[in-house]
């Protein structure tokens, strides 16, 4: 939805205050008038007076036109209204775990007919900072948000959410400084899991590969060290690699490649995400190591590059629509009015899908 989510909701908004200024049963202006008036898509201005209709503040005379409703003329927008909007704040709706938290939060508030509005923030806390003031003179009932890592977190805009009654849920990871329900997965033990598996099947130098560091490549990191403390098995700093930028053009790829320049050939790999490890299989390649064979590779997140690769790529499955869905059912519960704990946290269990890439045949 985005940028066109925002319009669409920021004209909803303006004619529900233009209505309440209007007597009952006074003719709106036409549709192409309403779409100069707010520098509009006829489309949006359509959307918007539709739903209008369907909630009661509008009703429609064939060949006459769309006129005030005796019944909603005067009524306020307010939480409780029929009219509800939900933000979910996201990284990127095109990569990682995040396609399937939003579907998890749309199925969920789409049952309930709430609208959703998506904001994608590049991990950027500045884009993040932005989207939080439009959201809030959007007048949304309730947010869902991936906070973003890169840069300064403003926490004002959440102390001002807050002020409002605007029940906040964060997904993946929280931020210090600011109480709200969480749902994430539990990285450690996907790490944990990954690096036993490695273990399992032979492997003894096996490399931590991860995006920068931060709170979940932390996580896993710990899930891998405990692993391997387990097995009597010695951290060696030389296998383990925190990527410098998330812009990396050649993630995984690049890190590997630094690896064996240096005389350092592992025989695992457990990688951050399943872009890492595609990387990290194609530099491999390249140096006549056979993956599932000389090396041994597993992934995270589960995603479709998993069965598109040539020699198919064990991951750790992230729970991503329980997690969005889990994450939309508590914020649902908080804005019906029930009691949720600032303190809830729920922490769903990744599972390990076992593929070609791991096992030595």
Same mark, same amino acid.
Do not use: Q
């Given at each position: 939805m985005g940028e066109y989510g925002f319009r669409y909701m920021e004209v909803k908004h303006k004619l529900i205050e233009q209505i309440k200024l209007l007597k009952p049963h006074v003719r709106l202006p036409s549709r192409n008038a309403l779409a100069k008036q707010y520098n509009a898509a006829r489309t949006t201005i359509e959307r918007s007076i539709s739903e209008l209709?369907?909630?009661?503040?509008?009703?429609?005379?064939?060949?006459?036109?769309?006129?005030?409703?005796?019944?909603r003329a005067t009524a306020k927008h307010t939480p409780g209204s029929t009219f509800r909007s939900v933000g979910l704040i996201i990284p990127d709706i095109r990569h990682d775990t995040y396609p399937g938290i939003l579907r998890g939060v749309e199925d969920t508030t789409n049952r309930h007919d709430i609208n959703l509005v998506i904001c994608n923030t590049d991990n950027q806390t500045e884009k993040q900072a932005g989207y939080l003031n439009k959201l809030i003179d959007l007048g949304i009932h309730g947010?869902?948000? +991936?906070?973003?890592?890169?840069g300064h977190t403003d926490l004002s805009l959440f102390s001002k959410l807050q002020?409002? $009654? #605007?029940?906040?849920?964060f997904c993946n990871r929280g931020i210090d400084?600011?109480?709200?329900?969480?749902?994430?997965s539990n990285n450690f033990y996907g790490a944990y899991a990954a690096v036993k598996h490695l273990i399992g099947n032979g492997c003894r130098d096996i490399a931590y590969i991860s995006r920068p560091a931060y709170s979940t490549s932390y996580e896993r990191y710990q899930g891998y060290t405990s692993a391997l403390a387990e097995a009597g098995l010695d951290v060696d700093d030389r296998l383990v690699l925190f990527e410098p930028t998330f812009d990396t053009a050649r993630q995984g790829y690049d890190? +590997?490649?630094?690896?064996?320049?240096?005389?350092?050939?592992?025989?695992?790999?457990?990688?951050?995400?399943? $872009? #890492?490890?595609?990387g990290a299989c194609?530099?491999?390649g390249e140096k006549g190591l056979i993956v599932g064979k000389d090396v041994l590779v597993v992934g995270y997140d589960n995603t479709g590059i998993c069965e598109s690769m040539p020699v198919k790529l064990t991951s750790v499955q992230f729970q991503t629509y329980d997690i969005g869905a889990s994450a939309a059912g508590?914020?649902?519960?908080?804005m019906n009015g029930e009691t949720v704990r600032s303190s809830s946290f729920v922490v769903l269990q990744p599972e390990l899908v076992i593929r070609q890439s791991s096992n030595r045949s």
């Open positions: 209709i369907g909630e009661g503040y509008l009703y429609a005379k064939d060949g006459s036109g769309t006129y005030v409703s005796e019944k947010l869902i948000i +991936v906070p973003a890592i890169i002020e409002a $009654g #605007i029940p906040i849920v400084g600011v109480e709200a329900p969480k749902v994430v890190s +590997v490649s630094e690896l064996l320049k240096r005389g350092v050939t592992p025989d695992g790999i457990f990688c951050f995400n399943d $872009g #890492i490890a595609k194609e530099a491999l508590l914020l649902l519960d908080m």
